[in-house]
């Protein structure tokens, strides 16, 4: 008897796995083409072997595998269902640890050991900025949801060294002399509750949490470079908002179950005074000029979607995901600004074109340049360099040759 059950069960679930596996290819088969034909060699680097090649190439596989695969979503929420029966406080989906904080929001724990030769060569390079083209550097640092004590559930404090590791980053930066501007000091000089800085739904920080960020950038500029940025231009009271009720339904929304996760709302935030931008994806054939809404906004991502009635795409109103952008302001000070970001910066960024000349912003996932070719490209005032934790763990990207 016990051996017809255990055939029953395995062709159960090679069958599970024939039907996955046939449903991939049917939906994102050219995706998995492309990916391991063409866009491998943007993960390639220069001089690369053939071991480079193969290393590449499964690289993309994984990277499609992750966020390419017939019934992703129902199958993480059904497993994300049965951790959350039984009690779990940390619920594991497809390799991340998630607990719920005592402010409703979800949270990746931040574990494992931080490695920092990497963040070495980034300030390296920002030393031989200054030496060598008198080029200021900024690391505008994007802290991930504890911005409060007291978050995590009971006995999860151990598990999250979140906060050790930004601390140790940002002195290790300081002490190197790399000018830092930290977003926890934004959320405190805010005023802005957990609930208004975080979303509880995704990832990513609120968009005011980025506006207040790139405030205090703009206030660090000013007092450690001695430059005179128009601070209040990004004072949220000199802004208008319409408020997007429970709209954004985020990554962990996606892994976790719509019915689990509280949906966020979305504020989206322009300049009251008078603006006239001119907005430009380089990488991508669009161009938009007016206003700061008119032309920096992308409303189209706040859109619900006719089946969820939620979007899972307004996060991104502040530019194209990945998108390599360049924003003129003939309004702002006579500057060239050079922002290297990953999705929490490209927000940031945005405001951050409210105060300068020129903000040319950079997400090295979709470049295979350098980040000393894309300076040399440009030929900026200053470089900020805008990122979260998350990105700073397995930053492995090109720095110089």
């Known amino acids: 008897m016990r051996k017809h059950i255990n055939r029953i069960l395995t062709l159960a679930l090679l069958l599970a796995i024939a039907v996955i596996f046939i449903g991939t290819m049917v939906q994102y088969g050219r995706n998995y083409a492309y990916g391991f034909f063409v866009s491998y060699k943007d993960l390639m680097p220069r001089n690369a072997t053939v071991f480079d090649d193969i290393s590449a190439r499964i690289a993309k596989l994984s990277e499609n595998v992750s966020s390419r695969l017939f019934l992703r979503n129902p199958i993480r929420q059904l497993n994300a269902a049965f951790q959350l029966a039984t009690g779990k406080k940390i619920i594991s989906i497809a390799g991340n640890d998630m607990v719920k904080l005592k402010c409703g929001a979800y949270y990746g724990l931040f574990t494992g050991d931080f490695t920092t030769d990497k963040m070495e060569e980034l300030a390296s390079f920002a030393e031989k900025l200054k030496a060598e083209k008198g080029i200021s550097t900024v690391f505008s640092y994007c802290h991930s949801g504890l911005y409060e004590d007291g978050q995590l559930p ?8 979140n906060i050790e590791c930004a601390d140790t980053l940002l002195a290790d930066f300081r002490a190197r002399g ?14 802005l509750t957990m609930d208004e800085a975080i979303n509880k739904s995704d990832v990513h920080w609120s968009h005011k949490m980025a506006l207040a960020a790139a405030r205090e950038t703009a206030r660090t500029m000013n007092e450690e470079l001695g430059l005179s940025l128009d601070e209040e231009k990004l004072n949220v009271e000199n802004f208008d908002e319409i408020v997007y009720e429970r709209l954004l339904m985020g990554e962990y929304g996606r892994r976790i179950g719509f019915k689990n996760v509280t949906p966020d709302d979305v504020h989206e935030l322009w300049p009251k005074y008078d603006t006239h931008m001119l907005y430009e994806e380089l990488n991508d054939d669009v161009r938009r000029e007016g206003t700061f809404r008119e032309a920096v906004i992308n409303e189209e991502n706040l859109e619900r979607d006719p089946d969820t009635g939620y979007s899972e795409k307004a996060y991104y109103i502040y530019s194209t995901y990945l998108a390599q ?4 302001n003939e309004d702002g000070e006579p500057l060239t600004v050079l922002v290297f970001k990953d999705s929490y910066g490209t927000p940031l960024g945005a405001f951050l074109s409210l105060t300068v000349r020129d903000t040319y912003a950079v997400d090295l996932r979709s470049t295979r340049l350098t980040m000393e070719e894309c300076v040399a490209k440009v030929n900026p005032d200053v470089v900020i360099f805008a990122y979260s934790q998350q990105t700073l763990r397995e930053f492995s990207y090109d720095i110089a040759e």
Not at 325 to 328: A, D, E, L, N, Y
């Open 154 to 161: 009971a006995g999860m404090e151990d598990w999250d060294n």
């Open 178 to 191: 790399v000018v830092v501007s930290d977003s926890r000091d934004a959320y405190r000089a805010s005023g």
């Open 325 to 328: 952008t360049h924003i003129h």
